[in-house]
Every structure is written in C-alpha cells, then in structure tokens.
C-alpha cells in the first residue's frame, strides 16, 4: 500500500529552442513541415476515446496559402454532442476517484512526450494550421504547453496540501471536489496552449470536459488530443468535437449536468454562452462556473524618460508578433512629444525591414492572418483610418489575400485620441500610435484608462521611478497584466499568471493555482472526537 504524502516539487519552464541554422531541431522541424504539407489527414471526432466519423466535413487549409488543404475534419451534430456528454459522465466517477498523483502522472508524461518526441510534430501543426512563425510555434505549441502540464501539476499540489488548522477536540480537513457535471471547453484559434489549459485545468482537478475546438485551430488540437491519449488519459476524460458553434453550445446549455465553461475568445460569443447560462439557471444541478478570457485593446505608455530603443523594440514586437493575433498584442500607444520623431523614425524603419511570407520560410518574421474573414476586418478598419482627416498612415496599410492572407504591419497616427483603431480591437498587425504634450503625463494616464472597455495587458517605458509609480496607480484596473519596460505579450506559466477583468475576461489567471481553484467545490469535513452527549451546556447546571 502506497502511504506517501507525496507532492509534485516545482517545475522549471521548458527551454526555448533557438532554430539556428543548422541546428538538429532546426533540420526536424523543416523535416516536419515537409511532411505535414504532403498530407491530407482525415480528422474524426473523439468520443469516449473512440474516433467517429460523421460525414459532414469540413476543410483545414493553410492560411499562408488557402489553397492548400491540409486535412479534411468530421464535424459533429447534436447526436454526436449527446453522445460525448454521456461518455464524459460515465468517465467522471472513476477518474475523480483516480489518486492526483496518478493524474499528474498522466500529464507530466504528456510533457515528456512533446519536449522529446512530438516537439516538431505540434510546432509544424501550428505553423501550417494557424500561420505561426517557427519561433511563435516554439513557445505556444512546445514551451507554454509543457509549462501548463507540469506546473499545473504543481499548483494542485499545493492546492491539495493547504488544509484547515486542527481543533483540540477536533479533526478538520478540507475536499476539493471536482464539480459535480461536465466542463465545455471552448478554445481560440490563436494559442495551440490555451486549447491544451482549457481542458487541463479542469480535468486535472476531476473533472470531464467537451471539447470545441476552433475550426482555425483543429490540426493542432487533434494532435494535442492523440498526445493526451498516448500518456494515458482514460477514455470519456475528455471529449474532442470539432462543430458548428451553435449546434453544438444549444445541446450543452440545455443539459443539466452543465458544470462549467472554459473560454477564450470573442465578447460577444463570451457573452452569448453567459447569457444562454442564465436563461436556464432553474434547470442545473449547481450553478455553472463560468471563466472566460476575451478581448483586449493593450497599451504601451510612454514616459519622456523612457529609453527609446526599449520602447520602439517593444512596439514593434508587442504589435506584430504573429500578425497582432494575441489578445495581448500591443494596438495603442501613447508618446510624448518629444520621443516622438525618433520613435516613428525607428518603427517606420522596423515596419519596412519586416519579413513577410509562408512559415516554412523560417527567415518570415510577419506570416498571414488567420482567414478571409479577419483580413477583410483589418482591411476595414485601415481603411478607415485612409479615409479620415483623424488618422494618418505612416507605414504599411497594404495587403493581398489572393494565396494566403498577407497584411502588412501597419502604423497609424491618431491625430484624435478617440479615433476607431485607438478604441476597437482589430486583432492584426496594426498599430494606432497618439502623440501627447509631455506636460500633460497625468491626463494622458487617465485618458488611456478611459479610452477602451479591455483590460487585458499593458505596458509603461520610464526610467523615471516616480512616474512608474504614477502610471502604476492611475493603471491600477487598465490591465491585468502589467509590464514595466518589455512589451504586454509574452506571459510566462509560472511567472507571469495571465487574464485581465473589465471586458477582457474573468481574470482568472491561467498559469496559477488560482484558475485550478475554479474547477473545484471544496468541502469542509469536522471528525469530533469526543462528541458530546448531553444536550444541556455547562453554564446551564445549577
């Protein structure tokens, strides 16, 4: 019998690799990606670990060339919905009675899987599927995905471990039980580890999960799947339905076993799935949990003292890594005066110098947005911003979706600070620059506070601490994640806990024990050990 109080020590983030000409994970990937753009794989359903073919397929092209069919997917209906919550509550009573450690088993051999064995395999699949360069893939697909297995496996060992004080009479310890119902995961198309976290996060502390993933997004999250099965994750733990959103979020609302979502993506889907919730409050068992990170219109705020090779690097990285397609990707900014004509002379030159072409390219630096829909959006708004006496373009403003979606990193002067591209979130490569007096620092911060719904990510250059301090303060609920010199991209699981509040979300904080906290319902348990056996008290006796 196994009586260790045996805990998960933790864990060390998992190295970026560099991609160097001529290194060894260079020559796989570039292997990898070959590979891949010669199949056409045929992508089922998982339902209680069983694939199911459907019929209805769907496409999965490559958004740097549209006419390049990478897979062809099964998409579910109703019946198929149905179908995976029945398996997922038939898989729920023995895996929430599964040992954690046996849990975090599963995952930390997951993470060993992908650092040495499918590390190409996931970082080639978002490449291809969702327009990544080979240095976006390596820290999405590979680092931030191992980092979410093994430190959540940490995290719910300190979770387990905090327990009440104990009673001189009394045995006090405390539960932390899985929800009672199933988990929807509803995961994005812009970070291959969201989708993983969306189901880990619950499904390590119990729980079951239905999966749906982004149609954008299916290559990559049905190798994430196989991963997660090879490790040995039971079948019906988690269930994999790429769908149609409404067909498959009706069936899900309206069962009563709902006992959460888990979300990344769009306010207004966010919004819908609150509401739908609500509107069936009389039917659940518990009342569902809803954690959701959306939108976000990040910052960086300069300080007249701020270095202007820091700020102008931060800039143009935090804008237009991976196209702007991060809900924490810079899409405003705020410079003093006299920082400015340096500043643009800098962007203006890093904008020009860009690489933009096909990820298997690996010199690219600027890929294709992720579909036509998105590039007709940020077409909409540059031209807008071409058409007003408010705005000016000062580099870029261009694209060509005739064989991948290709915009160009775009910079714009807002001559009002309202301006729609200062407001909005575009999610692409474009960036609203508003140049402010120096004198007029303070009214600028509560100007950039006032300005968006969002508060996701931020970023303030100074080297003056005072006004850091200021900024910090008149910030204080513009951003859940704050950065102080370094872009607002870029979080770290482990380092920099991630999600905003506002319109950006819940914030919950993936990458900490506090998202895990989410996914159970504690309860208190009080072994007396001497109970009483009078009804009378003390002071009652005469």
Known sequence: ????????????????????????????????????????????????????????????????????????????????????????????????????????????????????????????????????????????????????????????????????????????????????????????????????NLNLAPVLMGNVTIWKPASTAVLSSYYLMKVLQEAGLPDGVINFLPASGAELTETVLDDPNLAGIHFTGSNGVFNALWRGVANRLDRYRSYPRLVGETGGKDFVFAHASADIAALSTGILRGAFEYQGQKCSAASRAYIPRSLWPEVRQRLVEGIQSMKMGDVRDLDCF?????????????????????????????????????????????????????????????????????VYEDERFEETLHLCDRTSPYALTGAVFAQDRYAFVQACRTLRYAAGNFYLNDKPTGAMVGLQPFGGARGSGTNDKAGSGLNLLRWVSPRTVKETLLPATDWRYPYMTR
């Open 366 to 434: 600027v890929n294709a947005v992720i579909d036509r829909k998105s590039f007709e959006s940020i077409q909409g708004y540059v031209e807008k911003a071409k058409a007003s006496p408010d705005a000016k373009i000062l580099a870029g403003g261009e694209g060509d979706a005739s064989t991948g979606y290709f915009f160009r990193p775009t910079l714009i002067e807002a001559l009002d600070p309202r301006f729609v591209t200062m407001e909005e979130e575009i999610f692409g490569p474009v960036m609203t620059v508003y």
């Open 1 to 196: 019998m196994n009586n260790a109080l045996y805990s998960f020590s933790q864990p060390c983030n998992e190295p970026v690799l560099g991609y160097l000409p001529g290194s060894p994970e260079r020559a796989a990937l570039e292997a990898e990606l070959e590979r891949q753009s010669s199949l056409q794989p045929e992508i089922p359903l998982i339902i209680g670990g069983r694939p199911v073919r459907t019929g209805r397929l769907g496409k999965v092209t490559m958004p740097c060339d549209h006419g390049h069919l990478l897979a062809t997917v099964h998409r579910a209906g109703a019946t198929e919905v149905r179908q995976a919550i029945d398996a997922a509550l038939a898989a729920r009573e023995d895996w929430l009675n599964l040992s954690y450690h046996e849990r975090g088993a599963i995952f930390l051999k997951a993470a060993e899987l992908i650092s040495k064995r499918y590390r190409a395999l996931l970082n080639a699949a978002t490449m291809l599927g969702q327009g990544k360069n080979a240095f976006q893939a390596e820290i999405d697909a590979a680092c931030e995905v191992i980092d979410y297995l093994r430190f959540n496996v940490h995290f719910a060992s300190r979770i387990y471990a905090d327990q009440p004080l104990m009673g001189s009479d009394s045995i006090n310890r405390m539960e932390y039980r899985p929800l009672e119902g199933f988990v929807f995961a509803v995961t994005p198309f812009n970070f291959t580890a969201i989708a993983l």
